[in-house]
């Protein structure tokens, strides 16, 4: 039985740790604050106040309650290991080894402790060296994270797609809608090489290909930043590509925003009419506006989107093998597998878990909604 009690006491241990690295006793008090405020009298006199407060005790009570859960049960577990009653030892065992997989679950959950970690995720591949076979390879990530996305439950908006010449794609922007979206692609951003048997080569030799993965989170709810429409932003109208048929917009409902002090280029065209699509647009250049000067306030670059290199040689965050031998290797962590359709058809879990245990980081500090100059 001591050795059950000594078990128990190490996840106690690692529950508490794990719980203060996520502040849980400050967002309890959060939420009891925002619980008081949401039983006052006034309280849904202002409807839009109110139910911001309502959406955010929501999503404090989804996180906090799994770990005040486990945390008792833990406690009630040591308490009965420490009656020393003999004929609860198996059922004592069975509770420990269902505890331990719970805690290491959760402490996955601790690597997700960016500030932006358990929002959407707006995430860009474009097409870099390598002509019409990084064209190709661009798709075929596409395709990888498209699966990846499918298989953990995540839904997918494709906001621009742009095709290639001759096959793939120049570069398409999809939004990933889910729990922690943001914090598992965190992994992805950078370049991405592919070494194959070019299926574009007459002669079949050897290619390199290139395509980088840039991502931001989706923070729309919680941008304030001032754009100045008329004096900064060039809007630019053209009609939407696809398949064909019905789905083609014949008109130029398609919305292309350039954002002339930065650079920056949003384009937009998945959305019915022109005014939905500039309203998107709009969002994700807020979006990308408030992580550049993210970037700028901390001394860490990259903490959200990371460097912005090109893709090309020398790069690259993780290199897909298919000739002359067949591997994946995160360049980051070391991590490799010889299986690679099994990661093109998206099983990413592993890269991302191994790539959060080695970047794990301190929760953020109070987020800062304050205004933010473009």
């Known amino acids: 039985m001591s050795q059950l009690i000594s078990q128990l006491t190490a996840l106690k241990e690692a529950i508490e740790d794990l719980s203060a690295q996520l502040n849980i006793e400050a967002k309890t008090q959060r939420a009891d604050d925002l619980e008081k405020k949401s039983g006052e009298n006034d309280f849904w006199n202002n409807a839009e106040s109110a139910q911001k407060t309502m959406q955010e005790l929501s999503k404090l009570r989804a996180e906090i309650e799994p ?14 290991a420490q009656l020393e009653d003999n004929d609860l030892e198996t059922e004592l065992n069975a509770e420990v080894t269902a505890l ?4 290491d679950k959760m402490s996955l959950q601790a690597m997700l402790s960016g500030l932006y970690d358990r929002e959407d995720a ?3 591949i474009h097409a870099g060296a390598g002509g019409t076979d990084s064209q190709d390879w661009a798709a075929m990530l596409e395709r990888m994270y498209l699966r990846w996305a499918n298989d953990n439950s995540y839904k997918v908006e494709v906001v621009e797609r742009t095709d290639g010449e001759e096959a793939g794609i120049k570069s398409v922007t999809l939004n990933v809608k889910g729990d922690f979206a943001f914090g598992y692609l965190r992994s992805e951003q ?9 299926p574009f080569d007459a002669a079949s030799r050897r290619h390199t290909s290139f395509a980088k993965v840039e991502l931001w989170p989706d923070i729309q709810g919680d941008i304030n930043i ?16 696809g398949a064909g048929g019905q789905n083609v917009q014949k008109n130029d409902t398609a919305v292309r925003m350039t954002h002339l002090p930065t650079g920056i280029v949003v384009q937009c ?22 992580e550049m000067e993210r970037k700028k306030q901390e001394a860490e670059l990259a903490a959200l989107k990371g460097e912005n290199v090109d893709a090309g040689w020398g790069n690259q965050i993780r290199s897909y093998v298919l000739h002359p031998y067949q591997m994946v290797k995160d360049h980051r ?9 099994a990661v093109l058809d998206g ?16 929760p953020a500090a109070n987020a800062s909604n304050g205004r933010v100059p473009a």
Do not use: C
């Not at 331990?100 to 805690?103: A, T, Y």
């Not at 001032?226 to 590509?241: A, F």
């Open 269 to 290: 065209q998945n959305q019915r009419s022109q005014l939905q699509n500039r309203e998107r647009a709009l969002q994700i250049l807020k979006a990308r506006l408030f």
């Open 333 to 341: 962590t070391d991590y490799e597998v010889g299986n690679v359709n």
């Open 190 to 198: 950078g370049v991405h090489r592919l070494v194959r048997l070019s």
């Open 122 to 124: 707006i995430l860009a």
């Open 347 to 362: 099983r990413l879990n592993d890269f991302m878990e191994n790539y959060l245990r080695s970047h794990i980081e301190k």
């Open 226 to 241: 001032e754009i100045n429409l008329e004096k900064d932003v060039r809007v630019d109208t053209y009609r939407s590509s």
């Open 100 to 103: 331990r997989e719970v805690v």
């Open 67 to 80: 770990w005040q859960k486990t945390s008792t049960r833990i406690q009630d577990a040591l308490e009965l």
